[in-house]
């Protein structure tokens, strides 16, 4: 089936030391696949969505390793280019130790890496065109333009690499470090092409220098869709037309944070595609979001079956406000015979 959904971005190799010892002390280390729009594209194909990525990997065996990871959640990879004189990137990820508990501490090793060159000549070649003009909606996220001066191009000029009938999602994803002594002006030129913003609270406030929705749709006209995530309390979608959608997060048994954004995307996007309500669109987020906290990978350790969405709609919300998840629970999971 052709891919219906298409992102757009990086995928990395991430490795993290055993045992969960500080890198100073570390001597092994394990390894994952992850990258936020890689994220998304997995776990929509996951979830049985026809799904493509468009990217840019080294030739190189850690790159050999995300085209196996996207395969095996059934990505259509036939738009990723590889590159035989820059490197796949990497991140590794360090337990911090605070009085909080433990954290993870990010460290990106992704400059000059192939998916660092991505550009508007790739997205207009074959077979990356035909993808993204016979999407019905493409991902991407704040991240891409960040990356360099080419992938900044790309995510300027989106819409006109994909056509006016696709919808357009971004996930701000705002990281500042990225952007330090950088123009600002291809990110905020992505985020006024969105059909679909997905932020948080507190990165909103900081881009927009406040979090009010009415003043981000008269900022953004082209916008349909605002979801705002306030971490641990609730997400809710604001539409165009003023209405508004809220719903509260699950109670997790938080392992690691990382990737819990992206597999909200996922989860409701997935929602909006199965033409599901605003409500169950933020419920399938949540349960994305929850899957991939109680795991140390990025992405979701398992995903819900289509019998398990209905459950998930089907939830009133006295039920829905009384689930936990941990790993050896999933409230919404059908029973094995």
Known sequence: MPATLVTIGEAMIALYPDHHLP????????????????????SLARLGLPTAWVSRLGADGFGDRILAAAGEAGVDTSAVERDAARPTGLYVKEPVVGPTGVRTRMHYYRSGSAASVLGVAQLRSEPAAALLHGAALVHTSGITPALSASTADVAANLRSLIGPATLVSVDLNLRPALWIDRDRS?????????????????????????????????????????VLKDEERRASAYRSDGSATHVPSLTVEVVEPVGAGDAFAAGFLAGRVEGRDDTTSLRFGHALAALTLIGHGDRPLTVPTHRERNTIAAADDATWARWRVHPGDIPWREATP
Do not use: K, M, Y
């Not at 890198?23 to 997995?42: H, I, K, M, P, Q």
């Not at 932020?199 to 349909?224: C, K, N, Q, S, Y």
């Open 23 to 42: 890198l100073s002390d570390a001597r092994s280390f394990g390894s994952d696949v992850g990258g936020a729009e890689f994220n998304v594209a997995t």
């Open 186 to 226: 291809a990110l905020e030129a992505l985020v006024t092409q969105a059909d679909i913003l997905f932020a948080g609270d507190e990165e909103t406030a900081t881009h927009f220098g406040h979090t009010d929705p009415v003043r981000i749709f008269a900022d953004l006209p082209h916008l349909e869709t605002l």
